[in-house]
Structure formats: C-alpha cells, structure tokens
C-alpha cells in the first residue's frame, strides 16, 4: 500500500484542491455542521419514533437507547423530549389529522414519512414559537435525508394542507403580506 492513499492525480505530498462548502450535501441536505440544536433533536426523534412505528418499542426503552448515540450531546435535549413523548402520546389524534390528506392507507406510509409528519404536526400544535414555515421546511429536510425519493414532496403537501388548520393565524398572515413560499435555511425558532 502506498504513502499516498489519493486515489486521485494530486500528487504525493500536495494537497487536494480545497471543497467548496455550501452547507449542503449532493442530496440536498443540509450537513451536520450547519444544524441547529433543534434540527438534530427532530433527527434523533425521527430515529426514535421510527422505533416505536416499526418495532413498537415503548417511549422509555426508546428514549435511553437515543440518548447514547454519538452526537446526541449536540441535540437539543428538551426539544426531543417534547416531540418523541409527545408524539407518542398524540399519535392517534395527529393520525386522524393526517388521514384525510393521504392518498392511500396509512398503513401504506413508509415508516420515516409517518414519523416526519407526526413531527410536523406536534410542532404545529404544541411549539408555536418554531414559525409553521420552519416547521414545513425542517420536516422536508428531514423527508429529504432519512425518507425515499419523493417522500419529501409527500410530506410537503400533506404539511401544507394541515398549516392553514393548524396555523391558521400565522398562514393568514402571511398569505396576506405576501411572504416568499420558500422557507428559511434555518431553524429560526432554536
């Protein structure tokens, strides 16, 4: 094996032309670097309640195996607590929410999807200083990097058809000043 592991041109001792880094992996998503505390709570809950749909594993056995994950630490620790437990305790009621807006069963909805959409819903309903549009974007971000293909745009639209109940005030307001469609890049409401 030799000195040089580049599998490249570069030659031996020089350096590979520095990355540009956009904050965005090739898939579209963003890299750890530029999450927020809150963002990795939603993937650590998303990784939880994943669990709890496919395996039925209950919240506390759930819970103490997500806490020992590498990178939890950087997680914000309440912000999980609150979408993990209180997507569980909520799941029935956000499902009849959901329902009306699927196109298929849910039982039909791969398991990330589901989880992604109870994420958004809860915060909808229970963390009003995240704006509905950070909440719509974060639950894409997440769609986009632990879902399928097109799951995102799944997400999307049944996030979007629940807003305007969930968040009337806000979606009204906005609607009306005319607000971009696109949401901010960050989670503004850390």
Known sequence: MS??????????????????????KSTGARKAASKS?????REFALQALYQHIVGGNEASAIDAFTRDLAGFHKADSAHYD????????TAAEMDALITP?????????????????????????????????????????LAK?????????????????????LRALEVAADKASGAAAA????????
Not at 115 to 140: K, S
Not at 146 to 153: A, L
């Open 82 to 89: 609150a979408l993990l437990h209180g997507s569980i305790a």
């Open 145 to 165: 990097e632990f879902g399928g293909t097109d799951g995102h745009k799944y997400v999307n639209a049944v996030l979007n058809g629940l807003a305007p109940r």
């Open 183 to 190: 949401a901010p890049a960050g989670d503004t409401g850390a």
């Open 3 to 24: 000195e040089n592991n580049n599998h490249n041109d570069t030659p031996a001792g020089a350096r590979p032309p520095k990355q540009v880094r956009t904050g965005l």
């Open 37 to 41: 505390g809150r963002s990795r709570a």
């Open 101 to 141: 807006l699927l196109d298929r069963k849910m039982a039909e909805i791969s398991p990330i999807e589901r989880a992604t959409m109870w994420i958004g819903v809860y915060e909808f309903q229970h963390c009003l200083d995240v704006p509905w549009r950070v909440v719509l974007n974060e639950c894409i971000e």
